[in-house]
């Protein structure tokens, strides 16, 4: 369970650095980029081997139904073409202030309906309570917001790129051993 909140606690500060420590973040300049890339990947590392072993010995107080699995599939869709929307520009993109921060969101509540545990509640959890942070700590600092210039074809790319990414996350989660379909 330790190295599953270190994990979590790196991932927030790697994120949140440039929020909190603007001065700070400025005065490394382009090597600091580096620098929150290599402990994000580590916070990853961290989460995915302390989740593994803490999920070991969990007590679970609720677990995956045929409903929740259902509704959970259909929020991860909806959280994957928000991401994807977000990087085609799409016009979704360009109505809502942070299509990627409510993607995690999104993805945090679908899998804490699902997975009923500890380790489950820490990690779903804190990647939710860091995404609330993160929307509040970005709309504090830029008031006035800015959409995105529409891109022709956005839609048609948010759409096939939800489509592969769903499949290919899928995929990944069967072959871990978590099988996503019910």
């Given amino acids: 369970m330790t190295l599953l909140i270190l994990g979590l606690a790196l991932w927030c500060a790697a994120h949140l650095f440039k929020r909190l420590a603007p001065e700070a973040r400025a005065r490394l300049g382009d090597p600091g980029k580096g620098i929150v890339a290599v402990a994000v990947l580590a916070s990853v590392v961290m989460m995915y081997f302390g989740y593994g072993a803490a999920k070991e010995t969990a007590d679970v107080w609720w677990g995956r ?13 909806l959280a994957v073409y928000l991401y994807a929307a977000s990087g085609a520009k799409s016009a979704l993109a360009r109505r809502i202030r942070h299509p990627q921060l409510i993607a995690v969101k999104t993805w945090a509540v679908s899998h804490l309906l699902v997975n009923g545990d500890l380790p489950s509640l820490i ?40 489509v592969v990414v769903t499949v290919v996350i899928m995929l990944i989660h069967n072959w871990l051993g978590y099988q996503p379909w019910g």
Wanted: no cysteine; glycine share 8%.
């Fill in 65 to 77: 139904n045929p409903a929740m699995v259902g509704i959970n599939n259909l929020l991860m869709v």
């Fill in 123 to 162: 990690l779903f959890g804190g990647l939710l309570a860091w995404a609330v942070v993160s929307v509040i700590l970005i709309n504090r600092a830029q008031r006035e917001w800015t959409p995105p210039v529409a891109k022709p074809g956005a839609e048609v790319k948010a759409i096939v790129a939800t």
